[in-house]
T-cell receptor, first 111, second 113 residues
Framework: GENVEQHPSTLSVQEGDSAVIKCTYS??????FPWYKQELGKGPQLIID?????GEKKDQRIAVTLNKTAKHFSLHITETQPEDSAVYFC??????????FGTGTRLTVIP | NAGVTQTPKFQVLKTGQSMTLQCAQD?????MSWYRQDPGMGLRLIHY???????DQGEVPNGYNVSRSTTEDFPLRLLSAAPSQTSVYFC????????????FGPGTRLTVL
């Protein structure tokens, strides 16, 4: 099956700085790459996604980039705020129903 | 809309006991799924359903059963609980398949002694 690796496992940044989380995947047929944010005690929540025909997508302070040749995609958060502190998961999908998650990145934004 | 609801929030079982984790959604979504979340391993797909009467296995289906008799409900059954099934379980739903926005429930924390 698909293998998704996510780095780093923990990340601390000063408020206002940028944060970058990187993921790689193994299956070249993967075509959908969502990012989820999970706050303590809650279920994951989709924050942004990208599909294989797009190289970059941006939504306010959040952006995702995809490099299909290298099989990696990244989450960029600019102007970080304390409420961005959470665990972030990348995921990769092959076909319609096989979604594989990375192991998560715990982001801490220091005020 | 309540979204995706899960019950119970916490459960402790003894090895060999059986139980059912409940999941319901009120968004008329066709796709529903169950994941387990273990420390350091992210979320792994257990079973999923693309509509009432249709279920299929995910990445880690052993030890779990599901059924989908209605669009709204997707219960997960543990037939004979084992300590390896200690985990946090999340139910999710989306409009058609997992490439649509998936909405997750709040989770059930299960401990098997």
């Amino acid at each position: 099956g698909e293998n998704v690796e996510q780095h780093p496992s923990t990340l601390s940044v000063q408020e206002g700085d940028s944060a970058v989380i990187k993921c790689t995947y193994s299956d070249s047929a993967s075509n959908y790459f969502p990012w989820y944010k999970q706050e303590l005690g809650k279920g994951p929540q989709l924050i942004i996604d990208i599909r294989s025909n797009v190289g970059e997508k941006k939504d306010q302070r959040i952006a995702v980039t995809l490099n299909k040749t290298a099989k990696h995609f990244s989450l960029h958060i600019t102007e970080t705020q304390p409420e961005d502190s959470a665990v972030y998961f990348c995921a990769s999908q092959t076909g319609a129903n096989n979604l594989f998650f990375g192991t998560g990145t715990r982001l801490t934004v220091i005020p | 809309n309540a979204g995706v609801t899960q019950t119970p929030k916490f459960q402790v079982l003894k090895t060999g006991q059986s139980m059912t984790l409940q999941c319901a959604q009120d968004m008329n979504h066709e796709y529903m799924s169950w994941y387990r979340q273990d420390p350091g391993m992210g979320l792994r797909l257990i079973h999923y359903s693309v509509g009432a009467g249709i279920t299929d296995q995910g990445e880690v289906p052993n030890g779990y059963n599901v059924s989908r008799s209605t669009t709204e409900d997707f219960p997960l059954r543990l037939l004979s609980a084992a300590p390896s099934q200690t985990s946090v379980y999340f139910c999710a739903s989306s409009y058609r398949d997992s490439r649509d926005t998936q909405y997750f429930g709040p989770g059930t924390r299960l401990t098997v002694l």
